[in-house]
Nanobody, 112 residues
Framework: EVQLVESGGGLVQAEGSLRLSCAAS????????IGWFRQAPGKECEFVAS????????VYGDSVKGRFTISRDAAKNTVDLQMNSLKPEDTADYYC?????WGQGTRVVVSS
């Protein structure tokens, strides 16, 4: 069974940093890309970043380029999202995704 468990959300002031982590299990990591998405209140789900496990290729959404960094830890089977220079508009529930499976989400609130 594929399982994704996010952690690391919280409340932070604008220009601060947070690091989210997605603990993954139950699938062959090399075959997939793992992504982070977010959904702000009243808005549609937005792509944040993804990483291909096999070759470490990373893709970022336009709104986070240069501020967020996605990485994987093969020893821990985790995908992390380092978020720097946070803005109030980054406030959202952040979800980890692989194929059609989603984690439960972790909330990030950025105060101005």
């Amino acid at each position: 069974e594929v399982q994704l468990v996010e952690s690391g959300g919280g409340l932070v002031q604008a220009e601060g940093s947070l690091r989210l982590s997605c603990a993954a299990s139950g699938f062959t990591f090399d075959d997939y890309a793992i992504g982070w998405f977010r959904q702000a209140p009243g808005k549609e789900c937005e792509f944040v970043a993804s990483i291909k496990w096999r070759d470490n290729i990373k893709v970022y959404g336009d709104s986070v380029k240069g501020r967020f960094t996605i990485s994987r830890d093969a020893a821990k089977n985790t995908v992390d999202l380092q978020m720097n220079s946070l803005k109030p508009e980054d406030t959202a529930d952040y979800y980890c995704n692989v194929h059609s499976v989603w984690g439960q989400g972790t909330r990030v609130v950025v105060s101005s």
